[in-house]
């Protein structure tokens, strides 16, 4: 083999050596972290009363933290403890977490949603267990494609989907209804 041919091999082998040490590289590299998002606020242990386009209660609420989205202006909370007034009653909902959006027309619990309704004339109240659930305020109603239990003294029902009419406090479970009903005394 001539030196001149010895050159050319030696100059391509390190050609594609460099290739391969610049894509492994490159390949190594750890992307840059995300621009954290700040939010507009955050409040700590409060109460808060939301009102409707009338000046009415929308809702209250209790938590420990609360952050405002900068953007999208929604709320996000910790932990939350609801009064949502009605027609028939307060109802007493908690989760995990909540959402609730911009123009507070819409609240979505997450996780471990516990929802109680207004007291019985008979003493007892209803009981709601499900894991999400979405409350619209100015509508006087709620509901959730999860699978959901439902409680009345000795009474249970369980079903997938729920619509209720916070008002009216009538419920529909939509799908897989189970339960027993225990008599009235």
Known sequence: MSRQALNVLLFVFAIGLGGYAAWQ????????PEPTQRSDYVLRE????ALDDNGGESFTLRSPYLERDRDGKSLTIRRPRFTFPSDSGRWQVRSDTAWVSPKANEVQLLGGVNMVGPTEPSGLRTRFGTDTLSIFPNDQRASTDDRVNITQGDSAVAGIGLRVDLA???FQLLNDVKGHYAPRQ
Not at 27 to 32: D, E, I, K, L, S
Not at 46 to 49: A, D, N, R, S, V
């Open 25 to 32: 590289w490159q390949r190594n590299r750890v992307p840059p």
């Open 46 to 49: 409060f109460e808060l009363t």
């Open 168 to 170: 009216a406090k009538r």
